[in-house]
């Protein structure tokens, strides 16, 4: 049996039976808001008001744990009381049922009261990461008199800095902008600087198209940030750079032509770069969407392009779209891409497919694979997932907004099952012979926190960190940010925004676009949209 959480509960004058079952040896951990006013007042002077780790005074005669914290948030399991608190953790020294209290001699004068959330992990199964969401929008005010902002979201780390890179569609009242590129730069603990990018001209190569209204994307590589986005007006496939501190500089990869196998035709509207490791130093690779090249005979439209940065430019190959060896396919491709090296530097790329029936209708989507393994120049495809076979596979639409990361050797990789209406779970083990399939989260209300809604539509993020492997999405039905975690066991999900809440969260419809990483500290940090006032939104846990 996984963690479970259970609450909140409210405490204040009187113990609160959670009627958790806990077994000795089952690990507790609670996390406490508000403020208890314990009373002792006299004319309105003299009141102790305090949170859950209560105050370090002597604990007199009378209360009810001696040995523990004064005022404190105190949890009985059957004759043991055990030290709760803000942010505690311990181990059930007896079984029984958890009941919070407060470490108070006259409980019965407390007015106000602290909130509590319990994390219940039986002895066997391994705890989750120990922390707390905190949650607040970072640019945008919502409505018309604010700045549209926070789609197609690119986050990264940046040394000790967050770095963020997203779409202003403009719409203020005083200013019609129909798209920018705009970045966000986080010192911690909490200095933000904005500024648009690209879209307004200016020096290095900037343009004065509309632009990063699509999916944008951007990694790190030896001290450089890349960063890649759409022009809606050229139609061409645009990447800003910046070494350090330095200035940015502007370029297009493909859509123009060129002498190093660029096309003249619309690119970009979907990427994903990766760098890959390899003997002679990393390199930066980039995967797009080659949506089509206007007038091309026969016509060239949905194919999956591949750009290599060289010491002397871009090189770039249509790599799968057009038939050919190694398992290619002539259908439609590359609308959704997903890259990601492994560790002995072989590439992985993930991508939609459509399936066609004989009269060319697009009847269907799959889930594709290129693979180019380490040292080697050959490319090998297939088709992953919807059109059947074993280890859980199944016929249906699926394939798009896939993500990945690896996670204790393993290659996971999750992506939109359109058919069922749910977030499905690919992963490759260890000895990358073995895939196995399964649908994650949609199936139905169900054990640790699973849903019944449409789930998985939009841009999806996955996150290894501090062993456990955590993944953002969206959930349709009702407008929320969702989180599944696991430790390598069972999965456990949550709606992280959306529903309202404390900490920051609110009641809005939220998380169509998110993007996740491990901050400098160690701590989970994601950024996401507010669809409802277009804003930008990040949450923190740790």
């Known amino acids: 049996m996984p963690t479970s959480i259970h609450g909140p509960f409210k ?6 039976n959670t009627r958790i079952p806990v077994l000795a040896g089952d690990r507790i951990r609670t996390l406490s808001t508000g403020l208890l006013d314990l009373g002792g007042a006299v004319l309105g002077f003299g009141q102790v008001i305090l949170d859950a780790d209560g105050d370090s005074a002597p604990v007199p005669p009378g209360y009810p744990a001696p040995s523990l914290r004064k005022n404190s948030l105190i949890c009985g399991v059957g004759t043991t009381w055990h030290q709760g608190g803000v942010n505690a953790t311990f181990d059930a020294a007896e079984s029984g049922a958890l009941v919070l209290f407060v470490n108070d001699g006259n409980p ?9 959330v319990v994390y219940h992990t039986p002895a066997a199964e391994p705890a989750p990461v120990g922390g707390k969401w905190t949650l607040a929008t970072v640019d945008g005010v919502g409505g018309a008199w604010g700045a549209h902002v926070g789609a197609s979201i690119a986050a990264l780390r940046n ?9 202003d569609f403009g719409g203020h009242i005083w200013e019609a902008i129909d798209g920018r590129l705009r970045h966000l730069t986080l010192e911690k603990p909490n200095n933000i600087t904005i500024e648009n990018l690209d879209g307004s001209g200016g020096p290095g190569g900037r343009t004065s198209h509309v632009v990063a209204l699509r999916r944008n994307t951007a990694l790190k590589m030896s001290g450089t940030v890349h960063v890649f986005y759409h022009d809606e007006i050229a139609g061409t496939l645009r990447h800003a750079s910046r070494q350090g501190t330095g200035a940015w500089m502007f370029e297009v990869v493909d859509g123009a032509g060129g002498a190093n196998g660029q096309i003249s035709g619309i690119v970009g509207r979907a990427s994903a770069p990766v760098v890959r490791p390899a ?17 091309a ?7 999956l392009q591949h750009a290599r940065l060289t010491t002397s430019g871009w090189e770039v190959e249509t790599l799968d ?10 259908a439609p491709v590359g609308r959704n891409e997903m890259a990601i090296a492994d560790s002995d530097g072989s590439l992985y790329v993930f991508y939609s497919q459509s399936a066609l029936n004989a009269d060319g209708d697009v009847v269907g989507t799959n889930l594709r694979l290129a693979k180019l393994p380490a040292g080697a120049v050959a490319w090998q495809f297939e088709t992953l997932d919807g059109a059947g076979g074993g280890n859980g596979r199944i016929s249906a ?21 359109s058919t069922n209406q749910n977030v499905r779970h690919a992963v490759l083990d260890a000895a990358r012979t073995n895939w196995r399939f399964e649908g994650l989260d949609g199936l139905g209300d169900g054990p640790n926190g699973r849903t019944s809604a449409l789930v998985g539509v939009g841009q999806m993020s996955a996150v290894a960190w501090q062993d456990q492997l955590s993944l953002c999405y969206y959930d349709w039905d009702h407008g929320n940010l969702r989180h599944a975690w696991t430790k390598g066991g069972n999965w456990q999900f949550q709606t992280l925004d959306g529903d309202g809440g404390q900490d920051g969260r609110i009641n809005e419809d939220v998380g169509s676009n998110v993007s996740a990483f491990v901050s400098a500290d160690s701590k989970l940090v994601v950024y996401y949209s507010d669809d409802s006032n277009d804003d930008l939104r990040r949450a923190e846990f740790g």
Do not use: C
């Open 108 to 116: 019965q004068d407390n007015s106000r009261e602290w909130t509590v």
């Open 397 to 417: 639409i699926v394939g798009d907004w896939p993500t990945a990361a690896l996670y204790r050797n393993e290659l996971h990789v999750f992506y939109f099952d």
């Open 159 to 167: 040394g000790s800095d967050e770095q963020v890179f997203y779409a």
């Open 279 to 295: 003997q002679s130093g990393a390199e930066l690779h980039v995967f797009y969407w080659l949506t089509s090249i206007p007038g």
């Open 297 to 303: 005979a026969p016509p060239m439209e949905n194919k």
């Open 321 to 330: 779209g057009i038939g050919g060896a190694d398992g290619r396919t002539e």
């Open 11 to 16: 405490v204040s004058k009187r113990r609160v």
